[in-house]
């Protein structure tokens, strides 16, 4: 009924509408993007727009908004960023050819694509250096397959999980923008747990095995060599699915893909995913980068390499030849960091991300920029295998000989050079339909035309010249604008000269300062210019698509050429860290030994400006030292300590060089870091429950392989439950998983666990009381805490002098069994004037100690005079 009340424009909106009804609908009206109904209130609302209204249905306004095309894409960026799915509307013929089929007839509109979060493909929509991840979740009988793919990159993996939570693992570490599932029920506990993602629901025709077979054949019909039989029938339906999906958002185009990578869980080292964040490896606790592993390492200088280093450090290898394949090419560039370094950095710096200029060509969304980009890079990787080739020539290195197949032994590749370097103009515009991106003399019927149409436009100034003599108005012009073509324009004052003659003028357009005419001979013109111009324009698209056709066809090569010099961008990286940092590779093996030598914490070390206190971590089970029970006070540098072994382990597994003199690690399975948990407090865990929650997930996952770093374990409640816990998990840590382990502990009393076992050493920091202060020296040494410092560590944070007087006496009273019945309850009450005063008071004595008198000059000595005096004036 609602339908018949509407005008014919609205009914199209809305019968679109019904075949996209989770979709925010971008409808094409001119030079606008329109939304209706609820649509338009939604997009209002969150794009901050005017909400307005087109007509009336049952006396009630229709609500409207509209953004201009030419800026649908940020607008567009902002829907996607708060979450919604975003139909986009296109007129797909003119309003003359409506009003061929009938004079009522409305424009045809199509739905051209569906923009989704996991679906992103321009550039400035993009967040580098991270990945656009699309997920899809598939459950099969016995197992569930994860498939994750960046259409703008081209990456695509395919991983099995066997139980729920490692599903949620896998979510949590990949971060997609996006996950589809089936419309069953077998989902649920993603959907309970899942708060970040747009979620989107798709049939289960999706999983009929013969169209998405159908579909993940088609995505890689150009390589040929390309084999898809070692994939199983459950992995080809979750691949095909999710490419299925692509396609559907995107008109039923196919993006270019890498082939796919089988990911397996014992492939790389496993970090759960508190442990990523307390190790801030890819973002710091308050969600920036600065001061994050990643942002510390990375010396890339493309964005397919900082893509890459990222993906390394979050997904560290646990097989030891491939780790060793990624550190002989790092060590391939620190031996010639002199000669090569400075060389390759020309041709590798501001390499274009080709693997997203070829995925928006693919997907009709490219422009002649984009091919400029993939010439660009594709004569970079080739000037880069020529500089590397000396250097490498009689090795037998697979890396370089696969570089050298894909970029200068590649007859495709340099015929895709020679191509565009011949076809491809100066100025390029954005887009193909803007015209005059194509080389004068590279079609010659192209040439022709174009010959054609400028011999056209030099009639037009003849034709001026002819106007001007014959209607005596020197200042006459022809001038030319889209709505009336090419046209005579002269000013008001002499209008009179042609109104009153019978010459062969024709009236177009009347303005407040000029007239507009026309004549037959300059219709002629015109209409032969502009078809001209539109014979031009139809054959530079033509070879616009023959040139996006030879690409695709080498699509695998090309994406093969980003992915190996985005390897070679991390090695180099990985090199120039090294020399500035003083890090050395990593001897990685079989055995279960941990052992650093004056390792550093990468991130402190590039943050703080004091020199680091490098220390040393030797755990190996045949030197019976593979438990080592570490106690010290706060700010002595446990934390760090813990965290910097952790981090050397990651980057070692990673492929890079570690901050470290020496560093010799058996290859490990598993890496816990059970340190601070403020992070889940939001989801209504106490923090001791969150520290049993994944001390628990440790002890039940944790092998002999592992490596587990513990952080006060037993915090959080009472003193005697808490050392119970900790002297219990130490001890289920010894006998039953035996792996190697960095425990600190403020229970001093653990100690004693170390008659028990031989393979538990103890550890603490070296302080040192000087003039009855606390300096912490950060210095790691064996044996056990003096004291945990507690209150001398408050005292130093500025607790009031009363209360830490009294938390003295406290002490002491507990020390020597008194027992807090025998605690007088009175305690002084505060002078808060008095207590600012000591503390300033404090503040200046601290001040005129460090003074240096023999550096300060007698104008100094004064103004620091005048400046303790004005403070205490105060």
């Known amino acids: 009924m609602l339908a018949k009340k509407l005008t014919p424009l609205l009914r199209q909106y809305l019968d679109i509408k019904q075949q996209y009804n989770d979709c925010l609908i971008f409808f094409r009206l001119g030079d606008f993007y329109e939304l209706f109904f609820e649509d338009a209130e939604i997009a209002a609302k969150t794009l901050s727009i005017t909400l307005t209204k087109r007509g009336q249905v049952d006396g009630e306004d229709i ?20 979450g919604f799915k975003v139909a986009i509307c296109e007129q797909v013929e003119t309003p003359e ?71 949620l693992d896998i979510i949590e570490s990949i971060l997609p923008a996006e996950i589809i599932l089936p419309k069953t029920q077998e989902y649920e506990f993603i959907l309970k747990t899942n708060k970040k993602n747009l979620v989107t629901f798709i049939d289960n025709k999706y999983l009929d095995i013969e169209s998405a077979s159908n579909y993940f054949e088609k995505t890689y019909r150009f390589d040929k060599k390309l084999s898809l039989i070692n994939f199983s029938v459950d992995e080809k339906i979750s691949l095909g699915a999710t490419i299925k999906y692509i396609a559907f958002t995107q008109n039923e185009k196919t993006p270019v893909m890498l082939f796919p990578q089988r990911n397996k869980i014992d492939d790389y080292l496993e970090i759960d995913n508190a442990s990523k964040r307390n190790l801030e490896i890819v973002k710091n606790l308050n969600g920036d980068s600065e001061g994050s592993l990643f942002n510390s390492l990375n010396f890339t200088m493309t964005a397919t390499g900082s893509r890459k280093l990222l993906n390394d450090l979050s997904n560290p290898l646990s097989n030891l030849n491939s780790i060793n394949k990624r550190l002989d090419l790092v060590n391939f560039f620190y031996d010639n960091f002199d000669d090569l370094n400075n060389i390759v950095a020309k041709s590798i710096n501001n390499f274009p991300d080709i693997s997203r200029s070829l995925s928006r060509l693919s997907l009709g969304r490219g422009g002649p920029k984009d091919l400029f980009c993939i010439l660009n890079g594709l004569k970079k990787s080739i000037e880069l295998c020529e500089v590397v080739n000396d250097k490498v020539d009689g090795l037998n290195d697979d890396f370089f000989l696969k570089f050298l197949k894909n970029t200068k032994g590649n007859k495709d590749v340099q015929k895709i050079v020679l191509t565009l370097e011949s076809a491809l103009g100066e100025n390029l515009p954005l887009l193909s339909r803007d015209g005059n991106f194509i080389k004068a003399g590279f079609d010659a019927k192209l040439d022709e035309v174009r010959k054609f149409r400028d011999e056209a436009k030099a009639l037009i100034i003849k034709e001026e010249e002819s106007e001007k003599k014959l209607s005596g108005i020197n200042n006459l012009k022809i001038k030319y604008n889209s709505f009336l073509g090419y046209f005579i324009d002269i000013s008001s004052s002499n209008n009179d000269k042609l109104k009153n003659t019978d010459l062969h003028y024709i009236h177009r357009q009347t303005l407040k300062n000029s007239f507009r005419y026309t004549t037959k001979n300059l219709t002629s013109i015109s209409e032969k210019i502009l078809n001209a111009n539109f014979e031009s324009l139809e054959l530079e698209i033509e070879i616009y698509n023959k040139l996006v056709s030879l690409l695709l066809q080498s699509s695998g090569n090309i994406l093969n050429i980003a992915n190996l010099v985005a390897r070679i961008d991390v ?5 120039n860290y090294a020399k500035k940092y003083g890090a050395v590779r990593p001897q990685l093996n079989d055995s279960s030994e941990f052992i650093v030598k004056k390792g550093r914490h990468p991130s402190v070390e590039k ?10 971590c030797i755990l190996n089970e045949k030197d019976n030292n593979l438990f080592r029970l570490i106690t010290g006070p706060n700010m002595s540098g446990k934390s760090t300590y813990l965290r910097q072994n952790a981090l050397i382990l990651i980057i070692a597994q990673a492929g890079g060089y570690c901050p470290a003199e020496q560093v010799n690690i058996g290859v490990c399975d598993k890496l816990f870091c059970r340190v601070g948990s403020g992070d889940e407090l939001a989801k209504g865990n106490s923090t001791f429950m969150v520290e049993m929650l994944e001390t628990a997930n440790i002890l039940n996952s944790a092998t002999n392989r592992s490596l587990v770093i513990l952080d006060e374990i037993g915090r959080g409640t009472s003193t005697y439950d808490g050392m119970s816990l900790a002297w219990a998990t130490v001890e289920f840590l010894m006998q039953n998983i035996k792996c190697k382990t960095l425990f600190a502990t403020h229970y001093n009393q653990l100690a004693a666990l170390e008659k028990n076992y031989i393979l538990l050493k103890l550890n603490t920091f070296r302080v040192k009381k000087w003039k009855n202060e606390l300096i912490f020296l950060h210095q790691l040494i064996e044996g056990v805490a003096e004291s945990s ?61 460090s003074l240096n008198l023999n550096n300060l000059t007698p104008i100094e000595a004064l103004n620091f005079l005048k400046e303790i005096k004005d403070k205490l004036e105060e």
């Open 63 to 82: 609500p409207m908004c509209g953004v201009p095309h030419h800026h649908g894409d940020s607008y567009l960026a902002k829907l996607l960023k708060n």
């Open 97 to 167: 050819e409506s009003k061929k089929r009938g004079y009522k007839e409305i424009i045809k509109r199509k739905v051209v694509r569906i923009a989704t979060p996991g679906t992103l493909t321009e550039e400035k929509e993009l967040i580098s250096p991270e990945n656009n991840y699309l997920m899809s979740v598939t459950f099969f009988n016995t197992h569930f397959n994860i498939v994750y793919a960046d259409i703008s990159t081209g990456e695509i993996s395919i991983k099995k999980a066997l139980r729920e939570n490692e599903v």
């Open 571 to 575: 090695a180099i990286s990985w090199s």
């Open 607 to 616: 943050t703080h400006t004091e020199s680091f206190i490098a220390n040393n």
């Open 789 to 849: 410092y507690g209150i001398e560590v408050a005292k130093m944070a500025g607790l009031p002098e009363v209360v830490v007087i009294k938390a003295r006496e406290v002490l002491n009273n507990l020390e020597n069994g008194l027992g807090v019945e025998n605690i007088n309850s009175d305690i002084q009450t505060i002078d808060i004037n008095r207590e600012k005063k000591n503390t300033m008071l404090k503040l200046l004595e601290d001040q005129i100690i």
